[in-house]
């Protein structure tokens, strides 16, 4: 073998913000600062592809330790130090970094390069003992828990110990010698649980952290949440060696996390959280409140202006809100991380519209800044504003959205409890997100908006409210209480707003959003003016229209769906279902259709439905006037329709004890016992159905006929499609086909006037995808039913998997998300394409679209795009989102960098 070694390690001039895939989304942003001059500490990033081939083979790859030593050899001529020196020791912080932020998901280790040693040179250099004891302290706890795997509680133990044997309360309390006795216990912790000595060669520190970042990748809570933010389970971290800088070095130290823009509400103006004398990872861990990054232009003035020099040149850099990690270091202002902030919904909307009007981005990546995921946020209720309900406590708010739920105090009570929760934490931590993921919102008492518990609950569109610090959080206890002494306990109600930051007791209600009263058109143009988010929102669609290749229709059964889903923007009906035409009162027509014992009774029974289903469709086609409205053939089981076989055959034998038998139902039974299927989704239903009891289509047809012809007399402009349902092949549909076209021809002559309808199919069984090119000699249109397609592709019951077994699926990472919900591309995506092409090659004017549920689903939208469809069809409420989508999709022809494989994988 003499291929050229590959390469894993790279300086941070080296890189660039393009190299996430290598870097690390984290590695390729600090290179980025570093390029632009700004003042990153000196470090070197270890690529992705070592920690892969780390977790593939077990062990480092060859040459790694070799090229860690060239960069530490030039880090340390950087600095003109030496890592673990005993005098003026360097020290590096150990930070994974992938592709993708995985906020607090994977491990840290900072100070590494300390030793018994190198703390009396860092104690020297610093002119601080007990600043280099706490270091100390902190090193050897964080090694032992995160690359040891020693029990954190051990640790906290005998801290408690010192301090008590000492009477102080807080960590501050302790002295230096104090520290060193505490660094003693850790020592005696590690040797007890490892059977060895905490590691005193820094190089040998160094190299256990790299590999214990690497195999953080795949620690439980980090594959939880890749599972849950569709991150590839494949891609591996990089690992960032950074020289190390100090923020508790005392009062003109510090440490802070600041946004360009506030993340929450997407209001102009920097943002963010400070505090003095302390580690960046206080900040995070939210177990200290900090301040508001403004208190720091009174506290050091001069680092304040340029932090925001800094942040304005990364805004300008990146044209997109950036947030960033920094310390100050004596004085001096260093930046340790950046990257392109985490939003909320309402706040992405707001700031594609800023950035947009600032001149920084165009339309076209504006629209690749908010998503319909996005926009489903902003479609949920809000609390009642003239509510009379109190808070009983007022926090930050961090991430909006009204919760109500039972107040639960950690992750399993969160898991376990059925119904809505509320998790209730003094602060997370990442082992919470469990909780954090089965909660409708998480309240805490301690924490800024960018505390950890913040962080993840706004990238997952959770309600949060941090920083409550006047509610006392007993965990223990599981109850809360608050400053007017009203006790919360696990189970009771509580309410949280995400938007005001209030905590009420009990359930408040809870009205719709301002964004669907929007799309109502139930606000006027002046209310609109009022709030930026509404303004934004209503300029994205319209940016998002004017782009989309994709049309938006509709599934809608009533006039006032239909109505509804055209003030909503839809532009017809893509699937009308016919079925529940048949339910309620007009149930036992059915009955007497399937006991009825000549044709002439048939005949009786339909002519007795007829006018109730034309009734039916003059509505809609008059509230989709000037809209295509394509009306699906009855599709479900006739059983369906009739009573309970249990139910039924109770009654019966109760009639016949009391000696008062009903022929009617005793027929009713047998027609039921007659029609029982072990599968009815496999059964008697769709096309099957139309051809078993031919007058019921006939009848079908007939009233959309005599509607559309009593639409056209009143000067309306009815444009009815036929669809047929779950056809397998050509040939049923064309039976179908003739069937229905000798009805229309019929109502045509009476009428005296043409009626045209298009006559087309559902492709929802993976047979008709395959013979969809000899389909389309007959068939009009196609609309894919991607429901029974992928049901019937997986081979999965629709209606019972999701609630069984799908959960092991996730876990096992077989597939990302539900493939009820997001296409999967790779089985049931296949036999789409094959049949929008083998379909259009024999009819290339062949109408295609899709009404199954992933006609609204984001991913499932651009995928639909993709392969050509000309339209989806949707939910109402869901319209806005396939509109939006549609246009982003169209946009993003080519995928952005940060787009994300979705769907079933493997
Ligand atoms: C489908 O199968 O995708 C579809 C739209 O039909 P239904 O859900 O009514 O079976
Ligand atoms: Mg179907």
């Excluded at 977790?55 to 890592?83: C, F, N, Q, Y």
């Excluded at 002295?175 to 060895?196: P, Q």
């Excluded at 990257?339 to 629209?367: P, S």
């Amino acid at each position: 073998m003499n291929e050229t070694r590959q390469r894993y390690v790279y300086g941070f001039a080296e890189g660039d913000m393009d190299h996430k895939d290598l870097l690390g989304g984290k590695g390729a942003n600090l290179a980025e600062m570093t390029n632009l001059g700004l003042p990153v500490p000196p470090g070197f990033t270890i690529s992705t592809e070592a920690c892969r081939r780390f977790l593939t083979d077990g062990k480092e790859p060859p040459g790694l330790a070799e090229e860690i030593g060239e960069h530490l050899k030039r880090l340390e001529s950087a600095r003109g130090m030496r890592l673990g020196a005993a005098d003026n020791p360097m020290l590096v912080s150990v930070r994974s970094g992938a592709k993708y932020s995985m906020p607090g998901m994977m491990e840290t280790v900072l100070d590494i390069g300390l030793n018994d040693a190198s703390v009396d040179g860092l104690a020297a250099a610093a002119g601080d003992e007990r600043f280099a004891w706490d270091s100390y302290r902190r090193l050897v706890q964080m090694f032992g828990a995160t690359v040891l795997g020693i029990d954190p509680g051990e640790f906290a133990t005998a801290l408690d110990e010192v301090k008590r044997s000492r009477g102080v309360a807080g960590d501050d309390g302790l002295d230096a010698a104090a520290l060193r006795e505490v660094v003693a216990a850790y020592k005696r912790i590690v040797r007890e649980a490892t059977g060895r000595d905490f590691p005193q060669d820094p190089r040998e520190q160094l190299d256990m952290a790299v590999r214990a970042v690497f195999s953080s990748w795949n620690i439980e809570r980090a594959r939880v949440y890749r599972a849950r933010e569709h991150i590839p389970h494949d891609l591996g971290t990089a690992v960032n060696v950074m020289s190390m800088v100090f923020g508790n070095l005392g009062p003109d130290s510090g440490t802070g996390v600041a946004f360009t823009r506030d993340p929450a509400t997407g209001a102009p103006g920097v943002y963010g959280d400070y505090l003095a004398n302390a580690q960046g990872e206080d900040v995070v861990a939210g177990t200290r409140t900090p301040v508001p990054l403004q208190e720091l232009e009174r506290i050091d003035p001069a680092s304040f202006e340029e932090l925001l020099g800094v942040m304005s040149v990364l805004e300008g850099h990146y044209r997109d809100l950036c947030d960033v990690e920094f310390t100050i270091e004596r004085g001096k202002l260093w930046m340790l991380q950046t990257r392109v902030g985490k939003r909320t919904a309402a706040a992405a909307f707001r700031l594609a519209v800023q950035f947009l009007d600032d001149g920084l981005i165009d339309v076209k990546t504006a629209l690749g800044r908010v998503t319909g995921e996005q926009l489903v946020q902003l479609m949920f209720p809000q609390f009642d504003p003239h509510s009379d309900g109190e808070p009983i406590a007022n926090g930050v708010p961090a991430s909006p959205g009204a919760a109500v739920g039972a107040a639960v105090f950690d992750s399993a009570a969160a898991t376990r409890h059925e119904g809505p929760v509320i998790l209730v934490r003094r602060e997370t931590s990442p082992d919470d997100l469990p909780g954090i993921i089965a909660a409708e919102g998480v309240l805490t008492s301690r924490g800024g908006k960018t505390s950890h518990a913040a962080v993840v609950a706004r990238g997952m569109g959770k309600t949060c409210v941090v920083g409550t610090d006047t509610l006392e959080v007993d965990a223990e206890e599981r109850r809360f209480t608050a400053p007017d002494g009203t006790v919360v306990r696990e189970g009771d109600l509580i309410s949280i707003d995400g938007t005001t930051g209030a905590v009420y007791a009990g359930a408040i209600e809870v009205v719709p959003s301002a964004v669907v009263e929007y799309f109502e058109g139930r606000l006027d143009a002046d209310e609109r003016h009022l709030d930026p988010v509404l303004q934004a929102v209503a300029r994205m669609m319209v940016y998002a229209d004017e782009h989309r290749r994709l049309g938006v229709h509709a599934n809608a059964d009533t006039p006032a769906d239909a109505a509804r889903a055209r003030q909503f923007g839809a532009e017809g009906i893509g699937l009308c279902r016919t079925e529940h035409m048949f339910l309620g009162e007009r149930r036992h027509h059915v009955e007497e259709l399937i006991l009825a014992e000549s044709a002439a009774e048939q005949d009786k029974v339909l002519a007795e439905l007829l006018p109730m289903q034309l009734g039916d469709f003059v509505g809609i086609f008059a509230a989709m006037d000037g809209l295509p409205v394509t009306i699906r053939l009855i599709d479900p089981p006739l059983h369906e329709f009739l009573p309970d076989f249990t139910d039924l055959s109770v009654k019966v034998a109760l009639a016949e004890e009391r000696g008062a038998v009903d022929g009617g139902d005793v027929r009713l039974l047998q027609a039921v016992r007659r029609l029982h299927e072990q599968n009815p989704m496999l059964g008697l239903r769709g096309v099957r159905l139309g051809l078993v009891v031919p007058g019921l289509v006939a009848m079908q047809v007939r009233a959309i006929a005599e509607a559309a012809a009593a639409r056209i007399r009143a000067g309306g402009d009815p444009r009815p499609e036929i669809m047929v349902p779950l056809i397998g092949g050509p040939e049923e549909f064309e039976l179908m086909r003739e069937e229905i076209q000798r009805v229309l021809d019929d109502v045509a002559e009476t009428a005296g006037f043409a009626i045209s309808a298009k006559i087309g199919t559902m492709i929802e069984l993976p047979r008709a995808a395959l013979t969809a090119g000899r389909i389309a000699e007959r068939a009009e249109f196609f609309s894919f039913g991607t429901n029974d397609l992928t049901q019937t592709t997986w081979g999965f019951s629709r209606d019972d998997v999701e609630g069984s077994f799908f959960p092991v699926y996730f876990e096992k990472g077989i597939f990302a998300a539900s493939p009820f919900e997001s296409l999967d591309e790779v089985g049931v995506g296949r036999l789409v394409s094959i049949a929008v092409d083998e379909g259009r090659a024999v009819r290339p004017d062949l109408a295609i679209g899709v009404c199954g549920e992933h006609g609204g689903d984001p991913s499932s939208v651009r995928f639909f795009d993709r392969v050509g469809l000309d339209y989806v069809s949707c939910s109402p409420f869901r319209v806005p989102v396939a509109r939006l989508e549609a246009g982003r999709a169209a946009v993003a022809a080519k995928a952005g960098p940060d787009a994300r494989p979705r769907a079933a994988k493997r």
